[in-house]
C-alpha cells in the first residue's frame, strides 16, 4: 500500500535515514490516511535517540526528552519525532516508571493501546503493521494490541480512548477487549479530569454521540458520571416520552450539530430528572422544577470536569431554560429572550428541536408547530430591532440622574421596571415618552396606580 505524506513529514523521514537511521510517520497519521481521512498532525518514529535527531535539524524544541520526543519545526510547524522505546512497569495506572530506548520498531509498535494504530509507514518500507491493524481497520474492529488487560492497566484512559474511537470511526469494539474494559473500568478513577473531558469532548463532538451508551454498558459512567447511570435507570412513564432518562439523553444528542457546548447540553439537560420525580395516583410520572435541578448539576459535573467556564455558562443557561416554551406571541417571547440572553437565544432553540424530536409523538406536531412560531417571532423581533435588553433602551441611569433621581439602587430599579413595561409595549421604547413617564409616575409618587397603567395602554392603542 502507498500513503502520500506531505512534504515537511517526507523530508524529516528522509534526513533521518540519509544518516542511517530508520523512521516512520506513525499512529493515527497512517490510520486516518489509510481510511482516506485527513490527518489532524504527523507524529513520526525513529531509531535515532533524541540527541541524535537534535543534531541532524537546526530548529528543535525540547517537548519531551523524558520520553524520547523531540520537535522538529519547519517554518511556522512542529513535527513531533520520537525515539523507539519500551515503557517500563505502570505504577499508576497513567505513567510508566520509565522509558528505555530500542533500536527495534516493533518493540515500540506492540506497547500501542489499538492495533490500527499500531501501523507505520515510510515511502522506504511501506506499511508496517505487525499486529493485524489494516485486517481491524477492514473489519470495523476496534482492539487491543496484545493483551487487552495488560494494555488498560498501563493507562486505564485508554478504555475511555476505545469507545470514543468507536465513536468516532463507527467501528465496534473486539469482545475481548469490551471484557477487559467492564473488569477495569474502576480504575478511571485514577485519571485526571483534564484528560477524562479531553476524551468526552471527542466522543460526544462525533459523527456517533448515540455511542456514548457503550461507556455506560461497560461501567466506565459508573465512574466518570455516575449521575448518568441513575438517569439511565429512571423510567418516564409519561405520554410525551417514551425511553428512560438517559436513553432520552442519548437520543437528544443526535438530533443537535457536532458543537461542544450543544451536545453537552443534551448530555445534562435532564440530568436532574431523577431527583424530582413524583407519580401520581394514575400511575403518571412528572418531573417539575426538572430544569432548574438540572441546571445545578449539569455545573457541579462540569466544573468536577474542569471545563472552562464559558462553556459552564453556555451550557448552564440552556439547560436552565431547555424547558420553558412560551406562547409564539411578541410579549412573552421578547421577554424570554431578555431571560435567556439574545446569543444564547438561537442556541436554545436547537436546544428545544433536539429535546423534542428525542421524546414520544404525543402532540408533537403541535409542539412542532409552536416551535416554529416562536423562531419566527424571534426573527421578527430582530428584523424590527425591538428592545430586548438594557442596553437597546432608549434611556440610561444618567438620564434618570439628569432628571432629579438620586444614583443608588431607584435607579436600577426604575431602568428595569422601564425595559418591562417596554418588552411588553415595544412603541413605548422613545427616549420623550420613557422621560416623561418617568416625571410623572415615578418622580411624582403620588399618581394612582391605575391612571399610570390606563396611560401605557392609550399609548398602544
Not at 473488569?183 to 471527542?202: C, D, G, N, T, Y
Not at 454521540?209 to 466506565?220: N, T
Not at 455558562?313 to 412573552?332: G, I, N
Not at 433602551?393 to 417596554?422: F, Q, R, S, W, Y
Amino acid at each position: 500500500m502507498k500513503l502520500r505524506l506531505p512534504g515537511k513529514v517526507q523530508r524529516i523521514i528522509n534526513v533521518l535515514y540519509q544518516h542511517g537511521y530508520e523512521a516512520y510517520a506513525v499512529g493515527g497519521c497512517v490510520r486516518d490516511s489509510v481510511l482516506m481521512r485527513e490527518p489532524h498532525d504527523w507524529d513520526i518514529t525513529t531509531s535515532a535517540t533524541p540527541e541524535q535527531v537534535k543534531e541532524l535539524f537546526d530548529k528543535t524544541l525540547d517537548t519531551g526528552l523524558e520520553h524520547g520526543t523531540v520537535t522538529i519545526m519547519i517554518g511556522r510547524e512542529g513535527f513531533e519525532v520520537t525515539t523507539y522505546r519500551i515503557d517500563g512497569e505502570y505504577l499508576d495506572g497513567r505513567h510508566p516508571k520509565e522509558v528505555v530506548f530500542t533500536p527495534k520498531l516493533e518493540e515500540d509498535l506492540k506497547r500501542r493501546d489499538f492495533t490500527i494504530n499500531a501501523m507505520a509507514y515510510s515511502e522506504h518500507d511501506g506499511l508496517v503493521d505487525r499486529f493485524g491493524g489494516m485486517m481491524d481497520l477492514q473489519n470495523r474492529i476496534i482492539r487491543c494490541v496484545g493483551n487487552p488487560e495488560e494494555r488498560f492497566s498501563e493507562d486505564a484512559l485508554r478504555m475511555l480512548r476505545a469507545v470514543r474511537f468507536s465513536a468516532q470511526l463507527g467501528f465496534s469494539i473486539d469482545e475481548d477487549t469490551r471484557q477487559a474494559i467492564k473488569k477495569l473500568a474502576p480504575a478511571l478513577k485514577k485519571i485526571s479530569a483534564e484528560r477524562i473531558q479531553a476524551e468526552l469532548i471527542k466522543l460526544l463532538t462525533s459523527n456517533h454521540p448515540e455511542y456514548f451508551q457503550e461507556a455506560y454498558e461497560l461501567g466506565i459512567t459508573k465512574v466518570i458520571l455516575p449521575e448518568f447511570d441513575v438517569c439511565m435507570e429512571c423510567e418516564q412513564k409519561n405520554p410525551h416520552h417514551m425511553y428512560t432518562v438517559g436513553e432520552h439523553l442519548i437520543k437528544s444528542m443526535t438530533f443537535i450539530k457536532r458543537d461542544k457546548a450543544l451536545r453537552f447540553t443534551m448530555l445534562l439537560h435532564d440530568i436532574g430528572k431523577p431527583k424530582m420525580k413524583t407519580t401520581d395516583e394514575a400511575g403518571v410520572d412528572h418531573f417539575h422544577k426538572h430544569a432548574s435541578a438540572s441546571c445545578l448539576m449539569a455545573e457541579e459535573i462540569l466544573k468536577r470536569l474542569k471545563f472552562d467556564n464559558d462553556t459552564i455558562r453556555t451550557v448552564t443557561t440552556l439547560v436552565r431554560w431547555h424547558d420553558y416554551h412560551p406562547e409564539p406571541k411578541a410579549p412573552q417571547v421578547r421577554k424570554l429572550i431578555h431571560k435567556v440572553g439574545q446569543e444564547y437565544f438561537p442556541l436554545l432553540m436547537e436546544v428545544q428541536r433536539a429535546d423534542l424530536l428525542a421524546q414520544s409523538g404525543y402532540q408533537l406536531e403541535e409542539k412542532a408547530r409552536n416551535w416554529e412560531r416562536v423562531g419566527l417571532t424571534f426573527d421578527h423581533i430582530l428584523n424590527e430591532e425591538q428592545c430586548i435588553s438594557l442596553k437597546q433602551l432608549a434611556v440610561n441611569g444618567k438620564d434618570l440622574i439628569d432628571l432629579g433621581m438620586k444614583p443608588g439602587k431607584k435607579v436600577g430599579e426604575t431602568l428595569e421596571m422601564l425595559l418591562n413595561m417596554v418588552l411588553e409595549y415595544p412603541q413605548c421604547n422613545t427616549k420623550m415618552y420613557l422621560v416623561a413617564y418617568v416625571q410623572e409616575h415615578v418622580l411624582s409618587p403620588d399618581l394612582p396606580t391605575d391612571k399610570a397603567e390606563g396611560e401605557i395602554e392609550s399609548k398602544t392603542e
